[in-house]
C-alpha cells in the first residue's frame, strides 16, 4: 500500500491554547485555509502561495470553547480535520524547600 503523499494534521500544543496544522502537499501551488466555528461561520482564511507543505500555528486564545473545522483546499481538493478547544485544567507540583544555611532563601 502507497503512502499518502498529501493530508493535514491538527496536533495540539500541550499547555497552550495553540494548535499546530501540519500540510503537506503533492506539489507546490496556492492553499487556502479557512476555519469556521461550531455554527459554520467563516471565522478565519488565509491563503498561502508557491507552497507545497508548511507548519501553522493556529492560536485559539480568546475564542470561544467549542467545535471548529480547519478546511485546507490545495489543488488536489479540499482537506477537512475537526479540532475541539476546550478549557485546559492545569495541574502543578510544586515543592518548596528552605534551603539550608541560608536565610530567608527557598528552592521550588
Known amino acids: 500500500k502507497e503512502e499518502p503523499r498529501t493530508g493535514i494534521a491538527v496536533i495540539p500544543v500541550k499547555g497552550s491554547e495553540v494548535f499546530k496544522l501540519i500540510y503537506k502537499g503533492e506539489s507546490a501551488g496556492k492553499v487556502k485555509l479557512n476555519i ?26 480568546g475564542m470561544a470553547f467549542g ?18 478547544y476546550a478549557k485546559q485544567d492545569y495541574l502543578k507540583n510544586i515543592h518548596i524547600s528552605k534551603i539550608h544555611n541560608a536565610a530567608g532563601k527557598y528552592l521550588l
Open 36 to 61: 469556521y466555528n461550531q455554527q459554520a461561520n467563516l471565522i478565519f482564511t488565509e491563503t498561502f502561495n508557491a507552497v507545497s507543505g508548511f507548519i501553522y500555528p493556529l492560536n485559539f486564545s
Open 67 to 84: 467545535e471548529y473545522t480547519i478546511e485546507l483546499v490545495d489543488a488536489a481538493g479540499k482537506k477537512v480535520e475537526k479540532v475541539v
